[in-house]
């Protein structure tokens, strides 16, 4: 969720802005000239819309001090038509108050009538701050869930660069043995030649040794040419 609003661009914001500001708008003037249900239902959804538009307000920080987007002149601007909203949606409800008692007054509405509608206000207002307390601990949460985001995603780049750092290290070091085990295969090649030329002069040495030998022995007791045997 936390990467889905860093991709948003500040049209995007802008546009959700712009359409929850002309229903702002709108309720914060309709109420004075509603009553009853309409007048609660025109007050709630001024509270609702304006608390929407500042959740929009702090995904806005987070995607600007996240990408560095320079957004900090729009942002300021839009707190403070936060604050002006707020301070006509106060004032429009006191006003109505206001008229609502001085009519009630005026048509011979008892102290009492007052000290009701003065408590259902209260009451009111009590509801209205919980809603915008509940929506800055949601924002409160969002905030804390994407630093724990930012923390993990730091944590899991810097795994794979060490990673990477030893997947390099042990191919250096596969490389170094291939290459010592082609200097042995080329070493036990050379050393088995030498063995077969050295087994091959043996060979021929016993062989001529043996013929040597054979010939000294014919030599010596060997019979000599065109003799007879000795007489006995």
């Known amino acids: ?25 709108r309720a914060i003037a309709n109420i004075p ?12 959804k001024a509270q ?10 702090s995904e806005m920080n987070l995607a600007n001090d996240y990408s560095n987007n320079g957004w900090d002149a729009e942002l300021e601007e839009l707190e403070e038509e936060i604050s002006q909203w707020k301070s006509q949606l106060q004032a429009a409800s006191r006003q109505v108050d ?14 009492l009538s007052a000290a009701v509608t003065a408590d259902d206000h209260r009451q009111k207002m009590e509801h209205s701050t919980q809603l915008m307390n509940q929506g800055s601990e949601h924002v409160i949460q969002m905030n804390r869930i994407a630093q724990e985001t930012i ?25 170094d043995i291939n290459a010592s085990l082609d200097r042995a295969n080329k070493t036990m090649r050379k050393i088995g030649r030498t063995l077969m030329t050295n087994k091959i002069f043996l060979v021929l040495a016993v062989i001529a040794v043996l013929v040597i030998i054979g010939v000294v022995v014919f030599l010596k007791f060997g019979l000599p040419l065109g003799g007879s045997e000795p007489t006995q």
């Open 1 to 25: 969720f936390f990467f889905v609003f860093v991709m948003k661009s500040l049209a995007a914001f802008q546009s959700e802005v712009d359409s929850l500001r002309s229903d702002i708008c």
């Open 33 to 44: 000239r509603t009553s009853g249900d309409e007048r609660r239902g025109e007050t709630t």
């Open 48 to 57: 609702r819309d304006i608390a929407e538009v500042e959740e929009i307000l």
């Open 98 to 111: 206001y008229d609502a008692q001085r009519s009630e007054l005026m048509a011979g509405g008892s102290l």
């Open 151 to 175: 923390e993990m995603g730091a944590d899991t780049m810097e795994r794979l660069e060490q990673q990477g750092v030893q997947i390099n290290q042990s191919r250096s070091k596969l490389r």
